[in-house]
């Protein structure tokens, strides 16, 4: 028990020790009065993050279908889970949320823990795949060996392949993708004792895993639609906070922000996101003191935003509990 505490505090401990370099390197003179917050702007962020958490929620419930062989899943109670481990995220690491709640949440389901855990990794497969195939030409335009017109259609180009690759494989698709997950990412990864237990829990689970193409098809889309949920927020969270972000970069830039969130050693990334999102800014020539307002004030927007989703999700929740006692038809 001590130990888990220890742990927890430590943790606690580099975040806010990240954070307090963050201060003492940057210019923290946006910070002494309260910014011109820009509430138009804050409701499309809101908006933003409904959109793409709708669209995680989505591709999650397309594979959850898949692996459990159901013809509909309850695509709201899934939302609530997805929301719910988005919003503990923000307290604990983001990947013990992902993965520990929503896994907990199939369990409770009747779905056998190895489908449900590999259900998990496999949306979270998804995300590093993609922000890995942004990173291509996103290192072009950041290094300046591109420009936004070039990279733009690097990314295209690699849209193509993997048109192609989804062609090729159709229904396999997902079991090939999965296949080199687990053949190349995760064998590094099991060398991390942080991630052994949860990667060995969902090994060899690509058995008795059945989708096909359409499924594959929506997957994928899925995926970019969450993507461009994504950089429209950290665009219009700029615009929140009186930051004019151009949009471009502001697409091109954002893996940058994410693959750093993929260390998740502190609770909900905290430092972390912030040094990414401060390298990434501070790459797209945004004043200094507008790079700590910015990671300050995102930090502060997108906790209140899930703060937000995580009790209108209960409310709707008791509302449709409700309305199935007095004989209504739940939302599917």
Same mark, same amino acid.
């Given at each position: 028990m001590k130990r888990g505490v220890y742990k927890i505090l430590i943790h606690w401990g580099l975040g806010v020790l990240l954070i307090l370099l963050l201060f003492y390197f940057g210019d923290v003179s946006r910070l002494v009065r309260l910014p011109d917050v820009r509430w138009n702007a804050v409701l499309l962020v809101f908006l933003c993050n409904v959109g793409f958490t709708l669209a995680h929620n989505f591709r999650w419930k397309e594979i959850v279908d898949n692996l459990s062989g159901q013809e509909r899943s309850d695509f709201f109670s899934l939302y609530r889970c997805l929301i719910d481990s988005y919003a503990i995220g923000k307290i604990i690491p983001m990947d013990v949320s992902l993965l520990g709640l929503r896994s907990y949440y199939l369990k409770r389901q009747k779905m056998p823990v190895?489908? +449900?855990?590999?259900?998990?990794?496999?949306?979270?497969? =998804?995300?590093? &795949? %993609? /922000? !890995?195939?942004?990173? #291509?030409?996103?290192?072009?335009?950041?290094?300046? +060996?591109?420009?936004?017109?070039?990279?733009?259609?690097? =990314?295209?180009? &690699? %849209? /193509? !392949?993997?048109?192609? #690759?989804?062609a090729w494989k159709k229904g396999e698709t997902v079991h090939f993708l999965f296949y080199l997950y687990h053949h190349f990412l995760v064998q590094w990864l099991l060398k991390i004792p942080f991630l052994r237990i949860r990667l060995e829990e969902g090994g060899g689970l690509e058995e008795g895993a059945h989708f096909h193409l359409g499924s594959a098809i929506q997957i994928m889309g899925w995926?970019?639609?969450?993507?461009?949920?994504?950089?429209?927020?950290?665009?219009?969270?700029?615009l929140a906070l009186g930051i004019q972000l151009p949009l471009v970069k502001s697409f091109f830039f954002l893996p940058f922000v994410q693959l750093s969130g993929l260390i998740n050693i502190t609770p909900g990334g905290l430092g972390v996101v912030e040094l990414g999102t401060y390298g990434?800014?501070?790459?797209?020539?945004?004043?200094?003191?507008?790079?700590?307002?910015?990671?300050?004030?995102?930090?502060?927007?997108?906790?209140?935003?899930?703060?937000?989703?995580?009790?209108?999700?209960?409310?709707?929740?008791?509302?449709?509990?409700?309305?199935?006692?007095?004989?209504?038809?739940?939302?599917?």
């Open positions: 190895s489908i +449900a855990v590999f259900s998990v990794l496999l949306d979270r497969f =998804l995300d590093l &795949l %993609l /922000f !890995l195939m942004m990173a #291509v030409p996103s290192f072009f335009l950041i290094t300046g +060996a591109a420009t936004a017109i070039q990279s733009t259609l690097i =990314l295209l180009f &690699l %849209l /193509f !392949l993997q048109g192609i #690759v989804v995926n970019y639609v969450k993507y461009l949920f994504l950089s429209l927020r950290f665009f219009f969270t700029g990434a800014l501070y790459l797209m020539g945004v004043p200094n003191a507008q790079i700590v307002l910015f990671v300050v004030g995102q930090r502060i927007l997108l906790f209140s935003i899930f703060l937000g989703l995580f009790v209108l999700t209960r409310l709707l929740y008791f509302i449709q509990a409700r309305w199935r006692r007095f004989g209504g038809v739940g939302w599917k």
